[in-house]
């Protein structure tokens, strides 16, 4: 099988980044509502750990799941 490799740059990471959004907003709009604010408190709660290792980026992505869960 052929192995398909992505050139490392800003179009490729922004690509991954919303693909990662799709697949928890998929996940969080398949849950009850009880469920999805659970999943949404724990995404908060992982960003406030990014957030207390300075890690901007991951805590601004997190956030903005959370937001778009909520």
Request: charged share 25%.
């Amino acid at each position: 099988m052929k192995q398909e490799k992505f050139p490392v740059n800003a179009d490729t990471l922004n690509s991954m980044v919303s693909a990662m959004g799709a697949v928890v907003m998929s996940v969080a709009y398949a849950l009850p509502p009880e469920q999805r604010e659970k999943m949404s408190d724990a995404i908060f709660r992982i960003a406030k750990q990014a957030e207390a290792r300075g890690d901007t980026a991951l805590e601004t992505l997190l956030i903005d799941m959370h937001r778009a869960i909520r």
